[in-house]
């Protein structure tokens, strides 16, 4: 392949397979990082170095690039994917492919829903040929048990039976990689979910199985989830408080949502929950 497609947020979890989807695939990548020393990518990928606040960095990583993948750090709209849209069109790319968030722009979820509305809109209305995904809780989340599995506590559930449609991330970067390499998905806003509504303890319950012995949970009240937040997150305050409005959110069944948006781009199923800790059992079984 003769395209040149640039991939943002390179070396976290989604833009690193990201990467290495589109190398099997043959196709030219560049890795965008702030420290390129760190990058560790697939043979043949160019890594260079860009920062949103640094527009030369952009100008000379889109260079040639005929897509890009927006992918920033979460947290509250900072002017990253219009400046990455505006450098796109000025550098001559044909097409942008954003990862938003499942509910964005439906406030009641909490403050994170207004998280990319602006950056969805500056890539809807960049006049390139764009796609928008929105997945919903991933499935990688629950490596945060890490810490309360290895000192044999049980892991917190701060959203009760709620339930997410909890999303494989490598499902998450394979739809990318079809809207970065295919026309047919221009135009799009995929919401992308996994096959299933599961709730922590239903999550807990499946590590347990895979695992072989008890993930057992405990229970969090409103108070103890603000507490938790404080002492094991460092979070206090007004952002605490937006954490809590998206758990209640969630506690109320706000995200038991599945789609077939996976299916129709793919293929196939979405993958399950328990297909991703078979395959990731190794990362938990030091714990």
């Known amino acids: 392949m003769d395209r040149m497609i640039l991939v943002t947020g390179a070396t976290g979890t989604i833009g690193r397979d990201v990467v290495r989807q589109l190398a099997e695939r043959g196709a030219k990548v560049r890795a965008l990082?702030?420290?390129p020393a760190k990058a560790r990518v697939p043979a043949g990928v160019e890594v260079v170095r860009g920062d949103y606040g640094d527009p030369a960095s952009l100008d000379a990583a889109l260079a040639g690039a005929t897509a890009a993948f927006l992918l920033r750090p979460p947290g509250p709209e900072g002017g990253e994917d219009a400046a990455l849209a505006t450098a796109a069109r000025n550098a001559g790319v044909a097409r942008l492919v954003k990862l938003s968030a499942v509910f964005t722009g439906d406030?009641?979820?909490?403050?994170?829903?207004?998280?990319?509305?602006?950056?969805?809109?500056?890539v809807r209305d960049s006049g390139?040929?764009?796609t928008v995904l929105q997945p919903s809780s991933f499935a990688s989340n629950t490596l945060s048990w890490l810490d309360a599995l290895r000192a044999g506590q049980p892991v917190p559930n701060m959203t009760g039976d709620g339930g997410s449609g909890v999303i494989d991330p490598r499902d998450v970067a394979e739809v990318a990689v079809r809207a970065l390499l295919d026309a047919g998905h221009a135009g799009r806003t995929y919401v992308l979910t996994g096959p299933e509504v599961i709730s922590v303890p239903g999550q807990a319950a499946v590590l347990a199985e895979v695992l072989g012995r008890p993930v057992p949970t405990r229970d969090l009240s409103v108070d103890g989830t603000r507490d938790f937040l404080r002492t094991a997150w460092g979070m206090e305050g007004s952002r605490a408080e937006g954490v809590l409005t998206g758990l209640a959110f969630v506690r109320a069944g706000g995200n038991a949502l599945v789609t077939e948006d996976v299916a129709e781009v793919l293929g196939r199923p979405a993958r399950t929950f328990r297909s991703w800790a078979a395959d990731n059992?190794?990362?938990?079984e030091a714990s």
């Open 33 to 35: 990082t702030r420290d």
């Open 107 to 122: 406030f009641a979820s909490g403050p994170s829903a207004r998280w990319h509305v602006d950056g969805e809109r500056a």
């Open 128 to 130: 390139l040929a764009w």
């Open 281 to 284: 059992v190794s990362l938990f």
